[in-house]
């Protein structure tokens, strides 16, 4: 199973609609929306994780090339594994100075937290800038140098001492250990932290046993020698460079049902008037085809993967339901 997808200044009317916060846009005839104020560039993840980087890096890229007449600011609100970020932006409707950074909380944290009353299609779509990827991680101060190693270990340990560090209950990497105990008979215990790279400095700090951290999370570690990547959940061929090398849990002979993505998207407010959400779609745009970023998808193990407009939205609807499937055979929800 292949599961899709671990941010001139021109009259703004302040106009209010009750509750909501919704805000009006007045554009001077023939000119292109632009921001009046800074942008904030919401993160639904804590920092130090894919998406911080991601964001963070993005936000660079922008400000360098001056893409944007105001900057871009990242802001985190990780809290309730993203649900903060998601009502933070149905909250702000309307509001054409509020973008996203999604992960693949989008879809589980609204599936998990129905009470929430998120509507993920109700969102402006921006862009899809990727599809990021996920190994599996152990230090390497374990010795272990292979999948059958690290199952052999796991269940010599049972599942009280093999601890598997993540981002929280029914985050993706949750999602991709119940994978990973599902396909190999194995028990852990799964270790939360505030983000992905306290994850894995956890991992070469002895402090947990593995992890399926992204790429860019674990890069820094690999290249030092402090961490062995054992496999990716990726099929073969879609990784370039030093990450080809990883083998793929099919090359290994273990199948071709170890496929996960997560997917790193912008979204904005429902409600976001259109002239706005062109100026994001274009600005993005152009961060997707600038040097940095194809470097940055090549460097940090990402997969290509433009996506804008009503295309953006069904893809998300679409994978809503794939991550209810996933979630229901866990357990996690009914």
């Known amino acids: 199973m292949r599961i899709l997808g671990r941010t001139t200044g021109l009259a703004l009317g302040a106009g209010l609609v009750a509750g909501l916060g919704t805000v009006s846009v007045a554009t001077d005839a023939g000119a292109a929306w632009e921001p009046r104020k800074s942008v904030e560039f919401v993160i639904m993840a804590g920092q130090g994780g894919?998406?911080?980087?991601?964001?963070?890096?993005?936000?660079?890229i922008i400000q360098k090339n001056k893409l944007s007449s105001k900057p871009f600011v990242p802001v985190n609100k990780g809290g309730g594994s993203g649900a903060e970020a998601l009502r933070y932006l149905k909250d702000s409707a309307g509001n054409p100075h509020i973008i996203l950074a999604t992960l693949n909380s989008l879809y589980t944290t609204p599936l998990r937290n129905p009470g929430l009353g998120i509507d993920i299609s109700k969102f402006t779509p921006i862009a899809r800038l990727a599809e990021d990827t996920f190994q599996l991680w152990v230090s390497a101060d374990s010795g272990i140098k292979t999948v059958e190693d690290y199952v052999a270990a796991v269940k010599k340990a049972g599942p009280t001492h093999w601890k598997m560090g993540g981002t929280g209950k029914g985050q993706e990497d949750s999602l991709v250990t119940a994978m990973l105990e599902k396909k190999f008979g194995v028990k852990m215990t799964y270790v939360p932290f505030k983000g992905g790279g306290a994850v894995a400095k956890q991992l070469v700090g002895g402090h947990i046993n593995s992890t399926v951290n992204n790429p860019s999370e674990q890069a820094?570690?690999?290249?030092?020698?402090?961490?062995?990547?054992?496999?990716?959940?990726?099929?073969?061929?879609?990784?370039?460079?030093?990450?080809?090398?990883?083998?793929?849990?099919?090359?290994?002979?273990?199948?071709?049902?170890?496929?996960?993505y997560m997917q790193r998207s912008v979204i904005a407010p429902p409600g976001m008037p259109k002239e706005a959400q062109d100026f994001y779609v274009s600005v993005f745009e152009k961060v997707y085809k600038s040097k940095e970023w194809q470097g940055y998808l090549n460097s940090k193990g990402l997969v290509p993967g433009w996506l804008t407009g009503k295309e953006l939205t069904d893809y998300f609807v679409a994978e809503l339901e794939v991550h209810r499937d996933l979630l229901k055979a866990l357990g996690e929800i009914k």
Do not use: C, H
């Open 50 to 60: 894919g998406a911080d980087r991601l964001a963070r890096f993005i936000q660079g």
């Open 220 to 260: 820094g570690f690999w290249d030092a020698g402090k961490s062995v990547a054992l496999a990716s959940f990726t099929p073969k061929g879609k990784l370039k460079g030093k990450w080809g090398n990883i083998p793929t849990f099919e090359e290994l002979g273990k199948g071709n049902d170890m496929v996960y």
